[in-house]
């Protein structure tokens, strides 16, 4: 299982100040915390609770499904084509890139076992589609288009401008260059996919995006390129049951999001920093930060006042961003909780050879890459501690499908646990509906005429 080490929050460690008396509220919180994770579990299969991405792990159907069409379609496509914003795209590029080779879209079709490269276009940037749509065959490409709503328009724009082009190559057949992840019964997409004839995935209902990664949002890819979900799906497992445990001196997902809250209300930590210490792990940061940010930040509590709460989440990569942010992080305001990731066992061993002793960098010969990077880690770690700076630390044995599942399902009932701990709606996200609006607005949407004109009036005031 992975492991949290959240000594260094304690104030124990780095003062009263900034630091907080684990045991004591621990205690003070257990209870809460007890009904917290019984009620999330209870109504995690009652329709409107936003809470069926819990059951994710057990749905044996849609493993069986997404291994079938895998199958089916192995040895047909040099690329996976993935059109998707926000959680229709940030879990897939998450895993695949801690999963999969470094750099294997540049591997040679050898070298990726026969297995097609991966793309996700997750913005609406022109110059960066076109410039893929100039270096991908889309005769030889299968498209995923992933929106729950098939209304979202940056998916849709893009797919109505891949389905053009592939329909000019390849006629009526364009259709088996194309396979959709939707809602099983409504929006736009499913309309269009049962009239197209495409094969479709469904998003269950009550799953939201950013809590998708482990639905056919995720699994297909994954599945599509070699990736073993059946042993994502014993990590999801696994994890599940252990943070069904309702004490929390033994459940990490309730220790994690009760620190986060008491450092945030208590002691003014209203940055969240993730900081993996493994750059196949960098995506994992981009993924949190839509899961963190989008969950808590709300405006109002359950009972309707105006809150306006939610820790910023900001990403950071080590050792990367120990010449960048740590500066900022050891001298600058103490207002962040920073939470690293350790990884104990690298795929690979570089050693660093012995050579120019005679020099100032001779005491590196000898050592690994490896060695050095966990040693940044952990000298960070008490660094910040020297600066009464609070810091947890997550450790995997080793990145693989297992232990990347856990380390994803734990940062899902962390955010949960954290949304009840708040008193807010960690499932709903309406500060970014009203963007949309204007949008739809401003591209001329039918139904937004009345949103266009006074969005028109703001714009020619600023």
């Not at 809602?183 to 736009?188: A, E, F, N």
């Amino acid at each position: 299982m992975i492991r949290l080490n959240c000594k260094n929050v304690s104030s124990l460690v780095i003062g009263n100040e900034h630091g907080i008396e684990l045991e004591s509220m621990f205690l003070e919180y257990r209870e809460q915390i007890k009904n917290i994770i019984t009620e999330l579990n209870q109504k995690k299969d009652k329709p409107g609770q936003w809470l069926r991405w819990m059951n994710l792990g057990y749905s044996e159907e849609t493993v069986w499904y997404v291994k079938e069409f895998a199958s089916m379609v192995e040895g047909r496509f040099d690329n996976i084509l993935v059109l998707g914003i926000g959680g229709s795209a940030l879990g897939g590029l998450a895993v695949t890139e801690a999963l999969l080779k470094p750099y294997w879209n540049l591997l040679t079709k050898e070298q990726r076992n026969g297995y097609p490269r991966i793309f996700f276009l997750d913005n609406i940037d022109p110059d960066v589609m076109d410039g893929l749509l100039q270096v991908i065959d889309l005769k030889k490409t299968l498209v995923n288009v992933i929106t729950k709503s098939g209304s979202t328009a940056e998916t849709m724009s893009q797919y109505m401008i891949i389905k053009d082009l592939l329909e000019k190559e390849l006629g009526d057949d364009y259709r088996k260059n194309v396979v959709v992840t939707t809602d099983q019964r409504v929006g736009v997409l499913r309309q269009l996919a049962d009239q197209e004839g495409y094969k479709t995935f469904v998003i269950p209902d009550d799953v939201g995006g950013r809590y998708s990664v482990f639905s056919a949002v995720g699994l297909l890819p994954f599945a599509l390129v070699g990736l073993d979900i059946s042993m994502i799906i014993n990590g999801i497992k696994d994890m599940d049951l252990a943070l069904k445990n309702t004490d929390i001196f033994e459940n990490i997902a309730a220790q994690g999001a009760l620190i986060h809250y008491l450092m945030d209300t208590k002691k003014g930590k209203n940055i969240a920093v993730m900081m993996p210490y493994s750059s196949k792990l960098k995506y994992v940061s981009d993924w949190f930060a839509q899961l963190w940010a989008e969950s808590l930040g709300k405006e109002f509590n359950r009972n309707g006042e105006k809150v306006n709460v939610g820790p910023t989440p900001v990403k950071a990569l080590g050792a990367t961003d120990q010449h960048s942010q740590i500066q900022l992080y050891n001298e600058g305001p103490n207002n962040k909780l920073i939470t690293f990731i350790r990884v104990n066992e690298f795929e690979k061993t570089l050693e660093i050879p012995k050579i120019f002793e005679y020099t100032g960098i001779g005491y590196l010969g000898g050592k690994t890459i490896n060695d050095l990077l966990n040693a940044e880690a952990d000298s960070t770690r008490v660094a910040l501690a020297d600066y009464s700076r609070p810091t947890m630390t997550i450790t995997l044995d080793k990145i693989d499908e297992y232990n990347i599942a856990q380390l994803l399902y734990m940062l899902e009932i962390q955010t949960a646990i954290a949304g009840e701990l708040y008193n807010i709606n960690a499932f709903d996200q309406p500060g970014v509906e009203q963007a949309k609006n204007y949008t739809y607005a401003l591209m001329g949407r039918a139904g937004y005429e009345d949103s266009a004109e006074n969005l028109k009036s703001k714009l020619s005031a600023v």
